[in-house]
């Protein structure tokens, strides 16, 4: 079968004729998946892929991203990241214009080069197995919503993807292409792939294959490559997961608006809140707006001059919100203890 096929839809055996996926998944060969659930924050580059499966449809970039608060210029921001909410919205104007059926065929069109460093850990892998337990480990850098688990049934490795605690509209959408996605993931990981079939239920998927290919060496397997990739996505998802719930989507927001200033009206309109509900419901989370401007201030300010390239203070204060450089060598040292020059020239 090819590599973008789905297998009939058809229980093989009665216990499974609840959904055609088959019943949840038994004993997990690998651990769960590191993310509990999909509210993780996601890499703009997933948004960007559906936007172009879109337009090659003629589908207009506005009217994929309406609502998003995303605009086209975001999709180009090479670090920018999303909240699973803005690209829930938009899958939603995804699945309206080109149908459900879209899901399994947007599926088929990852690669492991689209998710980034997580994907370039996944083909420095020494074997499947080891790709598939880096891809649990790190799952927070996919784009994944319907998060899949792995187990034996006798000679057969059955990867189950569960979209149950997905929202009931875009639920099959999304199961059919995390499905699909994955299976042209493994199938890309070793010359001919790995032989997996694939059942897509209502809520849930079913992907199967030998159990033989778990030990199949990878063409592009390296030890060193593997572990620098393997740093930088723990590196990544270390900051992801400093925050959870509101406090992390709220630094997401900020980010995409630090460029004027991310007003917390601007923040709060985001995520349909007014500003005095938005600022009860973090201090609920033992926190503040200005704490969380101030986090995502420091951290890129602190990445854009510890970088190899030289940038001017001025420069950094802009990219950070800062009308007056003055304004932000006060705050940086306020974060950090350091002037922004005595950091930068630490650094090199």
Excluded: K
Aim: aromatic share 6%; net charge neutral.
């Amino acid at each position: 079968m090819s590599a973008g096929a789905v297998d009939p839809v058809g229980p093989a055996d009665p216990a499974a004729a609840a959904d055609p996926a088959g019943p949840a998944a038994p004993a997990d060969l690998l651990g769960g998946p590191a993310a509990r659930d999909w509210e993780f924050p996601r890499a703009v580059a997933g948004v960007a892929l559906l936007v172009r499966y879109a337009a090659a449809r003629g589908v207009p970039a506005r009217s994929v991203l309406a609502g998003s608060g995303l605009g086209v210029g975001d999709l180009e921001v090479a670090d920018r990241e999303v909240t699973a909410a803005q690209e829930l919205a938009v899958v939603r104007n995804l699945q309206r214009h080109c149908g459900t059926s879209a899901g399994a065929a947007v599926g088929a069109t990852y690669r492991a080069e689209t998710f980034g460093i997580f994907g370039y850990a996944l083909l420095a892998s020494r074997t499947v197995l080891d790709a598939m337990a880096v891809a649990l480990r790190f799952i927070d850098l996919s784009f994944t919503f319907a998060l899949p688990r792995a187990a034996l049934a006798g000679e057969r490795v059955v990867v189950h993807v569960d979209g149950e605690a997905l929202p009931d509209d875009v639920r099959a959408f999304l199961v059919a292409r995390d499905a699909a996605a994955i299976r042209a993931v493994l199938d890309e990981l070793v010359p001919g792939g790995v032989g997996a079939t694939m059942r897509v239920g209502p809520e849930r998927a079913r992907l199967e294959f030998p159990v033989a290919e778990l030990d199949r060496p990878l063409p592009a397997g390296d030890q060193r490559s593997r572990a620098l990739a393997e740093r930088l996505c723990a590196e990544t998802v270390t900051r992801r997961r400093e925050r959870t719930g509101l406090a992390q989507e709220v630094r997401v927001l900020i980010t995409q608006h630090l460029a004027v200033g991310a007003p917390m009206t601007d923040v709060a309109a985001a995520l349909g809140r007014t500003e005095r509900t938005l600022r009860r419901h973090l201090a609920e989370c033992d926190t503040s707006y200005q704490e969380l401007l101030d986090e995502v201030r420091a951290s890129l300010a602190c990445s854009l001059l510890g970088g190899r390239s030289t940038i001017s203070v001025a420069e950094v204060a802009r990219r950070v919100g800062y009308a007056e450089a003055s304004s932000f060598i006060l705050a940086f040292r306020r974060w950090t203890g350091q002037t922004p020059a005595a950091y930068a020239r630490a650094a090199r």
